[in-house]
């Protein structure tokens, strides 16, 4: 399968420490991308790093791709009891041809306790 | 309001059943795909459209059947022969590669069986 594996699969913290969560995938890819989904809800899209790219900030997000060890890493900084969610990454490989798709990987289930 | 719309937010069925799963984008976006997430799991794509008249089987495809006649539409109908249609089914939609293909979510639907 070329899903990511994402890591840890739960992370409990208090609220205001920072958060890590890991994503590895499998082959080359074109970008990478973070979503979160609150619970029982659609995924929405909060930051895409592209293959050529090594660090990206959005606000409080640190997102950080490693090509050469095929992984990348989403830091929350100062959380809030609002970022309470699963997080995952999703990952565009290269196609010579047809359309083109997300892969996405199982998550990691966020819980910031106040 | 732009946005995609997702159609019942739950659904029954009964054994022999098919039911239609609906998904309206008035986003303009040419692609939309339709997922399946069973309970702490990621996203498994079942089909897949970049255009009009045209859809791609995804991973999981057995026992469900798609259609595009409209570019703001791409019903999925979850037939009899899918023998655990029990699970959160959301609908994407995206606009090109020039977005690396970030995907829009609805709000999904919940199917369980009668």
């Known amino acids: 399968s070329q899903q990511g594996e994402e890591d840890p699969q739960a992370l409990s913290i208090q609220e205001g420490e920072n958060a890590t969560m890991n994503c590895s995938y499998k082959?080359?890819?074109?970008?990478l991308q973070w979503y979160r989904q609150n619970s029982g809800r659609g995924l929405v899209h909060l930051i895409l790093?592209?293959?050529?790219?090594r660090e990206k900030h959005s606000g409080r997000l640190r997102v950080t791709l490693d090509t050469s060890k095929k992984s990348s890493s989403l830091l929350i900084t100062a959380s809030r009891a609002a970022d309470t969610a699963s997080y995952f990454c999703?990952?565009?490989?290269?196609?010579?041809?047809?359309?083109?798709?997300?892969?996405f990987g199982q998550g990691t289930r966020l819980t910031i306790n106040p | 309001d732009g946005g995609i719309t997702q159609s019942p937010k739950y659904l029954f069925r009964k054994e022999g059943q098919n039911v239609t799963l609906s998904c309206e984008q008035n986003?303009?976006?040419?692609?939309m795909y339709w997922y399946r997430q069973d309970p702490g799991q990621g996203l498994r794509l079942i089909y897949y459209?970049?255009?009009?008249?045209?859809?791609q089987k995804g991973d999981i495809a057995e026992g469900y059947s798609v259609s595009r006649e409209k570019k703001e539409s791409f019903p999925l109908t979850v037939t009899s022969a899918q023998k655990n249609p029990t699970a959160f089914y959301l609908c994407?939609?995206?606009?090109?590669?020039?977005?690396?293909?970030?995907?829009?979510f609805g709000p999904g639907t919940r199917l369980l069986v009668l």
């Open positions: 082959t080359s890819i074109n970008n």
């Open positions: 999703a990952t565009e490989y290269f196609q010579i041809q047809g359309a083109q798709k997300l892969v």
């Open positions: 986003l303009n976006h040419d692609a």
């Open positions: 994407a939609s995206s606009i090109d590669r020039s977005t690396g293909w970030t995907q829009y």
């Open positions: 790093i592209r293959s050529n790219e």
């Open positions: 459209s970049q255009i009009v008249n045209d859809f």
